[in-house]
């Protein structure tokens, strides 16, 4: 893996390869240098070590801790000589110990269940005792009652007559006979009925107490042997256990000798076909150099007969370009000279028009001639009339005046129509030398214009003709240039088939080179795939003998477990049979001293006082000696307890010993130097402090709750901690999530999370769009700073800011991705729900909340503009997040599904009108949400 890591990775310039000098104490490097780059947290072994501990599993942090109230830390022991266990540690010695942890675990099991047993024995042994004795005082003291005298008083009176009290263990005779026994005195022969039935009744008890004594040695008898059968299968268990595993050595031996053979002939194998395979190279190779000396050959003559061509037509080119800028050329100035005929056509047609121009105007001035003429007649025809009659005196008055003044104006009309008809004749004289002038310019024009076409005719068929020589000289050129460009190509590929050829040059050296190198690689592989193969067929050793060794031990294992289950039936029928015998023997001890205390009467009452004296103060002696006697037990049993809980002590110690030493694994080396962060357990935070700067802490969410919850001394020290060290918080399980901002708040770098859509994802997005989702946030500098002081003081919880938004709209507010489907479609009715999470010790309070109203059937552009706003008192502004979320409040269901949300760090928030953005459950911005926003004006004080 950690090859494969290298090779991927590494050879992509992707992977973070830790400096090999690197010490415990060296600065980790900079978010910055780690840009771009891959950084793999996992174990890296001590120095000297081979071996690391795998003892940091999050589902098992989740539901268990390390102990840390006994001052024994287990892992302390993992890389040290320890040859046996105490209740307050490990014993250690420099010495070289050949047990193994099982071993010593057996050893610290077998020792505990030794002196529990001890123990166990004891504490039968001294409740009987203090059983025993409690009856005898019982006894004594309602025989003492029934004398009417304590034991000193008896003692007294004894002491001081002729009789004497009898000393333990003598016999005693009154009247009648009297025997002692241990536990009572016996009067026999007496007078009275109740001592003869008290007499006769204790041989019963005698009988029963000699039972149950049977009975209780048979069960301490068989409690023995039981004790020595589990001692002996436990004995037999651990012979079956070394067998068992001198027999997996030898076999996991004899495995890796054939699975070293076997691999040393694979590579064998796999070096021949690669020496085959470098050979097949070399061949094919030499083949390649060949093709490509042919081909390189092939392209020089190509290139030669292109370059040749290109020249040609490089030539041809040059010359039907020249030919086309002469005939364009040419074409140009017969062009230039059919203008300039067009020209002067152009003005002789301008003429022309003038000329016409003129004629009209003299045709025009003619006929205004020849009518002026016209009217002048017309007019002294009519004077003539008048005059006429003037003269023949049709007209009153002076006729002589009137004819005269008509005569004149007559006279005036005959002018005029003289001076129109002079003017007329004038005119007429000027429009016929116009009109000789038009034709002769009509016939100039017309030659002008045949001028001006033949002039044109021929300048386009010279224009056709350059046109014909450039599209030839265009088709030479595009010629030219194309084989130019096949000479280049021709050219490039000679040099490319030269380099190929070098190139194939180059690899049949190198394939040579490898193909040596793989035939001796091949030779050595073989040479050492015969050792291993013979090294295989004689160290395998026989196991034969370690197999007749495991199943003679298996049986001999049965047998004692035979044994053993039946030792442990006898013992809990003889336990039985003893708790049977101590029954019947309490109640005939009940009876017997019912019978003894009426016995007592009446001796007292027929004045037997010497007697019944006598036996109170030998049952007050007797209960005294079996008092002794468990108070010895008592002590004993102190003893064999302290011992037992010495040993079980030691083995509680012993088996967190063997479950670390069963975790400590061998690691790859290349691996652990690959690796930059070190994974670890958190056992107390002074042990913590010593370890190297790589080393991560994990801790599962509750567990910073807890330690949050202990006060501000121990979120101090997971602040100093994580100032040089790294930590990392997870939630607590697969499908749930857990705040992140109370593991930031105390200095955490990681703050794992399940792609869970929630209201704490919603605030991990939010702390992550401080700087546009680009990457890693930097840490408040008072989790950074070398002094923190007071807590409160570095959050500034003394220097609170008080956070208000008002909710005024909202735009193109979607439904809910979350409607189930068959829910019948209905127009949105949204609230807003705004939160604040503090990063101070306040996080373990529920987070203050604010609601808006309901706004009814409308999610394009819902109003709220409400008089109450959400305000808040944000203790530690630097990690404190304001969370915006948009639900959709359904009457019938009564349930509230989610629209949208947004989370904004405080120290981002900006007073004034704002545009918070909405994001799905999906963290997305697309589609129907691709608009949708809330406006909000805030304050910030």
């Given at each position: ?351 022309l028009a003038s000329y016409r121009k003129v004629q009209s105007e003299l045709i025009e001035a003619i006929n205004s001639a020849q009518q002026r003429a016209d009217d002048a007649v017309a007019m002294s025809d009519k004077l003539t009339d008048e005059i006429r009659e003037a003269k023949s005196g049709s007209f009153d008055g002076d006729a002589k005046k009137v004819a005269e003044r008509k005569l004149k104006e007559r006279q005036s009309c005959m002018k005029n129509m003289d001076v129109a008809l002079a003017e007329k004749l004038t005119l007429e004289k000027e429009l016929r030398d116009a009109e000789n002038k038009f034709e002769d310019l009509r016939r100039k024009t017309k030659l002008q214009a045949k001028a001006a076409a033949s002039a044109h005719k021929q300048a386009d068929q010279l224009g056709f003709i350059a046109d014909q020589l450039e599209d030839h000289a265009l088709e030479e050129r595009e010629a030219a240039n194309l084989r130019n460009t096949a000479c280049a190509k021709a050219k490039q590929s000679v040099k490319n088939y030269d380099a190929v050829l070098t190139s194939t040059e180059t690899q049949l050296s190198e394939a040579e080179r490898a193909a040596e190198e793989a035939r001796e690689l091949a030779i050595v592989s073989r040479e050492k795939a015969e050792q291993l193969t013979k090294d295989a067929t004689e160290g395998v050793q026989d196991t034969s003998s370690l197999e007749e060794d495991v199943s003679s031990a298996q049986t001999d294992c049965e047998a004692f477990q035979s044994v053993y289950d039946l030792a442990k039936e006898s013992k809990e029928k003889a336990v039985w049979r003893a708790a049977e015998a101590r029954l019947a023997h309490e109640k005939n001890c009940l009876s017997l001293a019912s019978l003894e205390r009426d016995a007592m009467s009446e001796l007292l009452q027929k ?335």
């Amino acid at each position: 893996m950690a090859k494969n890591i290298e090779s991927i990775l590494g050879g992509q310039g992707f992977l973070y390869t830790p400096d090999p000098k690197l010490t415990p104490t060296s600065a980790l490097p900079s978010p910055a240098d780690l840009i771009g780059k891959v950084l793999i947290k996992s174990k890296r072994a001590m120095s000297g070590e081979s071996t690391v501990l795998n003892d940091d599993f999050d589902d098992e942090n989740r539901i268990a801790a390390a102990p840390e109230s006994d001052g024994y830390d287990s892992e302390d022991d993992v890389y040290n000589n320890v040859v046996a266990f105490t209740s307050s540690g490990s014993i250690k010695t420099e010495a070289k110990n050949n047990a193994t942890y099982e071993q010593l675990f057996k050893t610290a099991k077998h020792d505990a269940t030794e002196a529990n047993a001890t123990a166990k024995s004891l504490s039968i042994q001294y409740d009987d005792a203090t059983r025993r004795a409690a009856q005898a005082q019982n006894h004594a003291d309602a025989l003492l009652r029934d004398v009417g005298m304590s034991y000193e008083e008896l003692k007294k009176k004894r002491g001081s007559g002729s009789d004497h009290v009898a000393e333990e263990g003598t016999e005693i005779v009154f009247d009648g006979e009297v025997a002692f026994d241990e536990d009572r005195v016996v009067v026999k022969g007496a007078e009275n009925k109740a001592a003869e039935i008290a007499a006769a009744f204790a041989e019963t008890v005698e009988e029963s107490r000699l039972v149950f004594s049977a009975a209780s040695a048979e069960a301490r008898s068989e409690t023995e042997l039981f004790e020595i059968a589990r001692q002996d299968l436990a004995e037999m268990e651990m012979i079956l256990a070394e067998a068992k595993e001198a027999l997996e050595e030898v076999s996991n031996r004899n495995r890796r000798l054939k699975e070293a053979a076997e691999r040393g002939l694979a590579e064998a194998r796999s070096n021949r076909e690669y020496a085959d395979n470098a050979e097949s190279r070399v061949a094919a190779v030499k083949a390649l150099l060949d093709k490509s000396h042919d081909q390189a050959v092939s392209s020089e003559t190509v290139a030669g007969t292109a370059d040749a061509e290109a020249k040609i037509s490089e030539e041809r080119a040059c010359e039907a370009e020249a030919r086309a800028r002469k005939a364009r050329a040419k074409a140009d100035n017969e062009k230039e000279k059919a203008n300039k005929v067009s020209k002067k056509e152009d003005e002789l047609e301008e003429k022309l028009a003038s000329y016409r121009k003129v004629q009209s105007e003299l045709i025009e001035a003619i006929n205004s001639a020849q009518q002026r003429a016209d009217d002048a007649v017309a007019m002294s025809d009519k004077l003539t009339d008048e005059i006429r009659e003037a003269k023949s005196g049709s007209f009153d008055g002076d006729a002589k005046k009137v004819a005269e003044r008509k005569l004149k104006e007559r006279q005036s009309c005959m002018k005029n129509m003289d001076v129109a008809l002079a003017e007329k004749l004038t005119l007429e004289k000027e429009l016929r030398d116009a009109e000789n002038k038009f034709e002769d310019l009509r016939r100039k024009t017309k030659l002008q214009a045949k001028a001006a076409a033949s002039a044109h005719k021929q300048a386009d068929q010279l224009g056709f003709i350059a046109d014909q020589l450039e599209d030839h000289a265009l088709e030479e050129r595009e010629a030219a240039n194309l084989r130019n460009t096949a000479c280049a190509k021709a050219k490039q590929s000679v040099k490319n088939y030269d380099a190929v050829l070098t190139s194939t040059e180059t690899q049949l050296s190198e394939a040579e080179r490898a193909a040596e190198e793989a035939r001796e690689l091949a030779i050595v592989s073989r040479e050492k795939a015969e050792q291993l193969t013979k090294d295989a067929t004689e160290g395998v050793q026989d196991t034969s003998s370690l197999e007749e060794d495991v199943s003679s031990a298996q049986t001999d294992c049965e047998a004692f477990q035979s044994v053993y289950d039946l030792a442990k039936e006898s013992k809990e029928k003889a336990v039985w049979r003893a708790a049977e015998a101590r029954l019947a023997h309490e109640k005939n001890c009940l009876s017997l001293a019912s019978l003894e205390r009426d016995a007592m009467s009446e001796l007292l009452q027929k004045e037997h006082a010497q007697q019944a004296e006598l036996l109170a103060a030998n049952a007050w002696e007797n209960a005294k000696a079996l008092a002794e006697i468990a108070k010895d037990l008592k002590e004993d049993l102190a003893e064999a307890n302290s011992v037992a809980a010495e040993k079980a002590g030691a083995l509680a110690i012993a088996t967190r010993f063997k479950e670390k030493k069963r975790r400590v694994q061998p690691i790859s080396q290349t691996l652990s130097k690959l690796t930059l962060l070190h994974s670890c357990s958190h056992r107390t935070w002074a042990k913590s402090m010593k370890k190297p700067n790589w080393t991560v802490h994990n801790f599962p969410d509750q567990k910073i709750v807890k330690m949050a919850e202990v006060g501000k001394e121990e979120w101090t020290k997971m602040v100093e901690f994580n100032k040089n060290h790294f930590s990392r918080a997870y939630p607590p399980s697969s499908s749930r999530n857990y705040n992140p901002l109370l593991p930031w708040a105390m200095g955490c770098q990681f703050s794992s999370m399940n792609f869970t859509r929630n209201k704490f994802m919603l605030l991990n997005d939010g702390r992550f769009r401080e700087n546009g989702n680009t990457g890693y946030v930097l840490k408040p500098e008072y989790l950074c700073s070398d002094s923190l002081g007071d807590l409160d003081d570095a959050m500034g919880c003394h220097r609170p800011r008080k956070v208000t938004i008002r909710i005024l709209s909202g735009f193109c507010l979607p439904k809910s991705i979350d409607i189930m489907p068959g829910i019948q479609k209905r127009t949105i009715n949204p609230f807003v729900v705004v939160t604040l999470y503090d990063g101070s010790p306040a996080s373990l309070l529920p987070p203050p909340t604010f609601s808006s109203g309901v706004v009814k059937g409308n999610g394009l552009n819902p109003i709220w503009d409400e008089n109450e706003a959400a305000s808040f008192t944000c203790l530690n502004p630097a990690l404190g997040i304001v969370s915006f979320a948009v639900y959709d409040h359904d009457d019938v269901s009564k349930k509230d599904l989610f629209i949208g949300g947004a989370a904004i760090p405080v120290s981002c928030m900006r007073e004034g009108y704002r545009c918070v953005s909405l994001f799905d459950s999906n963290n997305s911005r697309s589609g129907a949400m691709k608009f949708s926003s809330l406006l909000v004006n805030v304050k910030i004080i």
